[in-house]
């Protein structure tokens, strides 16, 4: 890089109005360079062309845009909190717009000049009024203003001014051809970034997303494919058919069909040259730890060692109990392997798993620590596997000589999408029930019922049960652990006053949640107050009802993953979702939840209504951060990225080719934590 030019990996401190201070602060957003600071894209966009009437204006806490007249002025109130007043006018009424602290607002406002104001109105429908607005000119009304997430030091305007410098001054490189672009209708990347951070009109937003998002999604398809076709070896451990009778005929229940043709399918695959590369996914309660455990025993018949790794200890502990009661019986010696073992016990776990002695082993990421040495490893098995990053599942296959891999999610994602996003799995979907399990029943309503609905906790807690409450983080200047920690303190006021109450979230650490939860599935805790974190969990038989605080705020995939935490047992378990939203999309959707629990049904009607809050939260399950894109709402674009990507690959499998030496480059800066060969 010569000293006058700035090229995409600038560091973003050296851009006119950043400096070392601001730099720090754009560290805490993820921005070290100027690539980061163009790509660190608007979160909404406020149409100033959209105006709505005054007289129209909600005032059921909903932002809009009104157009209007200044046509008075009122005399400021210095004080403490100083406050400025000034009236506005449309043909359908008056409107009072208020500034606090703010002079400088104030006096932008002109005597008799139109401004367009975009706010959360108040008042009633006798008078309207909007505090602190935003407002520009309405001569420039016709554009998009972004708004951007923040941290504190760093506004709107301060962000927009930073960006718009360095689209200014640093030379980005388009990574697409003209000809590249003209086939697939794509403006330039320069053209793109510059009207997606200051578009005029819609139409210039839609073309700008429109190229960023195909970049992405073309991106990612081509790094999972060229990452699976550099990593196709021979496996070390080709397997030959064995019945499975014995398995079978000591099972004390009827497995599903499903569950059969899951495990036929991955055994199948281990007699292969090729190492499994299988996702085994499921419905909440669908029985995938028997497939697990079918494939591990397939394993111990082909003379191999099988292992499975869990995020949590306590769902590595639950593990091994299932294990152990399937498999011990068989003749397989079943180990449990976690970091809070003794230093004594695990030196002498990893002496039995490194002689062989161990033909099935449990754990959490101690299984991937050097100390651990497996003599024959043949199959992996990772559960929730977006928990784990890619490195932590690479480190536990480098254990064995390209073993078979089977990955396990309770998450359902439409067949079409698992395919693409998939793109290096083979896929396994156990889409029925095992036979006895009792349908959760599920309600909607307002929060007016919270008080029946404390009763209903207490009525199942006075026969011996459980429930779950769940509290979503709905204010952005509250953390999850102070919402949580409040509610518990509301709930000091209700019948539940005396109730051994636990509280979960994310600030915890792993082995504090453990300790939380082991107390719940103990029987200890009575009702557990938690945060999201318990979406994935152990199982607990025993907890019946399960209470979703203001619902709305949750894709209906995580609702669905969230609910299958009760129905574990035998007893009729119910789940109600609370929410005082009444608009007609949360409330179809609170339908779906209330008339179906097919995991899979739910997550089609996700992809239908392309709902706030996807199901595959912020990490994409393990894959790299996407920016701009969304797996569902983008599904139309999702499908042409993939088979651009496969005929890049298809042309040149090793992307040596000097036109392609950019892709190579922006997928293996994608792709940074994927192992190396």
């Given at each position: 890089?010569?000293?006058?030019?700035?090229?995409?990996?600038?560091?973003?401190?050296?851009?006119?109005?950043?400096?070392?201070?601001?730099?720090?602060?754009?560290?805490?957003?993820?921005?070290?360079?100027?690539?980061?600071?163009?790509?660190?894209?608007?979160?909404?966009?406020?149409?100033?062309?959209?105006?709505?009437?005054?007289?129209?204006?909600?005032?059921?806490?909903?932002?809009?845009?009104?157009?209007?007249?200044?046509?008075?002025?009122?005399?400021?109130?210095?004080?403490?909190?100083?406050?400025?007043?000034?009236?506005?006018?449309?043909?359908?009424?008056?409107?009072?717009?208020?500034?606090?602290?703010?002079?400088?607002?104030?006096?932008?406002?002109?005597?008799?000049?139109?401004?367009?104001?975009?706010?959360?109105?108040?008042?009633?429908?006798?008078?309207r009024e909007l505090h602190s607005p935003i407002f520009i000119e309405a001569e420039q009304s016709n554009m998009l203003m972004p708004r951007y997430p923040l941290t504190q030091g760093l506004s709107q305007g301060i962000i927009s001014s930073c960006i718009k410098n360095a689209i200014d001054e640093?030379?980005?490189?388009?990574?697409?051809?003209?000809?590249?672009?003209?086939?697939?209708?794509?403006?330039?990347?320069?053209?793109?970034?510059?009207?997606?951070?200051?578009?005029?009109?819609?139409?210039?937003?839609?073309?700008?997303?429109?190229?960023?998002?195909?970049?992405?999604?073309?991106?990612?398809?081509?790094?999972?494919?060229?990452?699976?076709?550099?990593?196709?070896?021979?496996?070390?451990?080709?397997?030959?058919?064995?019945?499975?009778?014995?398995?079978?005929?000591?099972?004390?229940?009827?497995?599903?069909?499903?569950?059969?043709?899951?495990?036929?399918?991955?055994?199948?695959?281990?007699?292969?040259?090729?190492?499994?590369?299988?996702?085994?996914?499921?419905?909440?309660?669908?029985g995938k730890t028997l497939v697990a455990a079918a494939a591990a025993y397939f394993?111990?018949?082909?003379?191999?060692?099988?292992?499975?790794?869990?995020?949590?200890?306590?769902?590595?502990?639950?593990?091994?109990?299932?294990?152990?009661?399937?498999?011990?019986?068989?003749?397989?010696?079943?180990?449990?392997?976690?970091?809070?073992?003794?230093?004594?016990?695990?030196?002498?776990?990893?002496?039995?798993?490194?002689?062989?002695?161990?033909?099935?082993?449990?754990?959490?990421?101690?299984?991937?620590?050097?100390?651990?040495?497996?003599?024959?490893?043949g199959l992996v098995i990772t559960d929730e596997q977006h928990r784990f990053g890619v490195n932590q599942r690479a480190a536990l296959s480098s254990k064995g000589n390209e073993p078979h891999v089977l990955v396990m999610s309770a998450t359902p994602i439409p067949r079409t999408l698992g395919l693409i996003i998939y793109g290096d799995l083979d896929i396994s979907v156990l889409d029925e029930m095992p036979k006895g399990r009792v349908p959760i029943k599920t309600y909607a309503v307002d929060d007016s019922f919270h008080e029946r609905l404390y009763k209903f906790i207490l009525k199942y807690v006075n026969e011996g049960f459980q429930a779950y409450i769940v509290c979503p983080l709905i204010d952005e200047g509250i953390s999850e652990?102070?919402?949580?920690?409040?509610?518990?303190?509301?709930?000091?006021?209700?019948?539940?006053?005396d109730v051994p109450i636990g509280l979960l979230h994310g600030k915890m650490s792993q082995s504090e949640k453990d300790a939380v939860m082991r107390d719940f599935k103990d029987n200890k805790l009575k009702v557990l107050v938690t945060t999201t974190v318990v979406e994935v969990g152990v199982d607990v038989p025993n907890a019946v009802v399960m209470i979703i605080e203001n619902a709305e705020q949750f894709g209906l995939s995580q609702l669905h993953q969230l609910r299958g935490r009760v129905g574990r047992g035998t007893q009729q378990s119910y789940c109600v979702l609370v929410t005082n939203n009444q608009s007609d999309f949360t409330k179809q959707r609170m339908e779906i939840m209330t008339r179906t629990s097919d995991g899979f049904e739910i997550a089609n009607e996700d992809l239908k209504l392309r709902?706030?809050?996807?199901?595959?939260?912020?990490?994409?399950?393990?894959?790299?951060?996407?920016?701009?894109?969304?797996?569902?709402?983008?599904?139309?674009?999702?499908?042409?990225?993939?088979?651009?990507?496969?005929?890049?690959?298809?042309?040149?499998?090793?992307?040596?080719?000097?036109?392609?030496?950019?892709?190579?480059?922006?997928?293996n800066k994608l792709f940074e934590n994927s192992p190396e060969e």
């Open positions: 890089m010569t000293a006058n030019k700035k090229t995409a990996n600038f560091p973003v401190t050296y851009i006119k109005g950043v400096g070392e201070k601001r730099a720090k602060l754009f560290e805490k957003l993820g921005v070290f360079t100027a690539y980061d600071l163009v790509t660190h894209y608007p979160r909404e966009y406020i149409d100033f062309n959209a105006h709505t009437p005054i007289a129209s204006t909600p005032v059921n806490g909903e932002s809009c845009v009104v157009r209007a007249r200044v046509t008075k002025k009122l005399i400021p109130y210095y004080g403490r909190i100083s406050v400025f007043k000034a009236i506005v006018s449309d043909e359908t009424g008056d409107m009072l717009i208020v500034f606090f602290n703010s002079d400088y607002s104030f006096s932008r406002l002109k005597l008799d000049r139109e401004y367009c104001f975009y706010g959360r109105p108040e008042g009633d429908f006798l008078r640093v030379e980005f490189e388009d990574y697409f051809s003209s000809d590249f672009c003209a086939e697939y209708g794509l403006i330039s990347f320069k053209d793109a970034i510059r009207r997606i951070h200051f578009p005029k009109t819609a139409a210039e937003y839609e073309l700008a997303k429109r190229r960023l998002t195909f970049e992405e999604l073309f991106l990612l398809q081509l790094g999972l494919n060229f990452f699976k076709k550099r990593s196709r070896r021979l496996t070390g451990s080709v397997m030959k058919n064995k019945p499975l009778d014995d398995f079978y005929a000591r099972l004390p229940f009827e497995p599903t069909a499903a569950q059969m043709r899951a495990i036929k399918e991955c055994c199948d695959d281990m007699t292969k040259a090729y190492p499994m590369k299988r996702l085994l996914q499921g419905d909440v309660g669908s394993a111990f018949l082909n003379g191999c060692q099988a292992t499975l790794m869990a995020p949590t200890e306590i769902l590595a502990q639950q593990h091994y109990d299932t294990f152990s009661k399937l498999l011990e019986p068989l003749g397989v010696n079943v180990l449990l392997l976690t970091g809070s073992r003794t230093g004594a016990v695990k030196k002498a776990l990893r002496e039995h798993i490194e002689s062989g002695c161990a033909d099935v082993v449990i754990g959490t990421q101690a299984l991937i620590q050097k100390s651990t040495v497996f003599k024959n490893l652990k102070a919402a949580a920690v409040k509610y518990i303190e509301g709930l000091r006021n209700t019948c539940l006053c709902g706030p809050g996807d199901f595959f939260g912020k990490r994409q399950h393990g894959l790299p951060r996407l920016k701009i894109a969304d797996l569902y709402a983008d599904m139309d674009i999702l499908k042409i990225t993939s088979d651009a990507a496969r005929k890049i690959l298809d042309d040149d499998s090793t992307l040596s080719k000097p036109e392609n030496s950019g892709l190579l480059r922006m997928i």
